[in-house]
């Protein structure tokens, strides 16, 4: 499978690649930018989740403003950001599908995606039931989002 969607993601490579752009940027650029995305946007949206839930009044609702108004964007940032790392380990000639950073990141990507379910369902009847299992399962996704970078660096310097 993993070199058939090598095969299929190969055209786009190739145009990709009559860019020129410089091999640093094609091997280090997805950890750059992503690195940037989970841990500055990560990081706030996962704070002002919970800043959202122990706060009242006032602080609380701005709190869940934000939380509302970026986590879509976060989590776009990390889809797109997940098809630009396969595309770049195919412009690499590198095998996509089969590490460990692979595997963290498609569970992330599944996680967050449970979780936008879940808040574009306005929480269901169990509101506070659901609203916890939100706030631990975005919480459980931003963590393994950790242990992805750091798998996705040990996988950069392999290669």
């Known amino acids: 499978m993993s070199e058939r969607l090598s095969e299929l993601l190969e055209p786009i490579a190739a145009w990709f690649r009559t860019l020129g752009v410089p091999e640093p940027i094609v091997h280090w650029g997805h950890p750059a930018m992503m690195g940037i995305v989970v841990l500055v946007m990560g990081s706030f949206v996962g704070l002002a989740g919970w ?25 776009l940032f990390i889809a797109l950001g997940y098809t630009g790392g396969v595309l770049s ?55 393994l989002l950790f242990l992805h970078g750091v798998l996705g660096l040990k996988l950069g310097l392999s290669i």
């Open 51 to 75: 800043r959202g839930r122990v706060l009242t009044g006032e602080a609380s609702a701005k709190s869940r403003a934000d939380h509302r108004k970026l986590a879509p964007l976060m989590f």
């Open 89 to 143: 380990l195919v412009m690499q000639h590198k095998p996509i599908l089969q590490s460990p950073h692979f595997f963290t990141g498609s569970l992330a990507l599944v996680l967050l995606g449970m979780n936008a379910v879940i808040a574009l369902t306005g929480f269901g009847k169990e509101k506070g039931i659901v609203r916890s299992l939100h706030a631990y399962l975005g919480s459980a996704a931003l963590c």
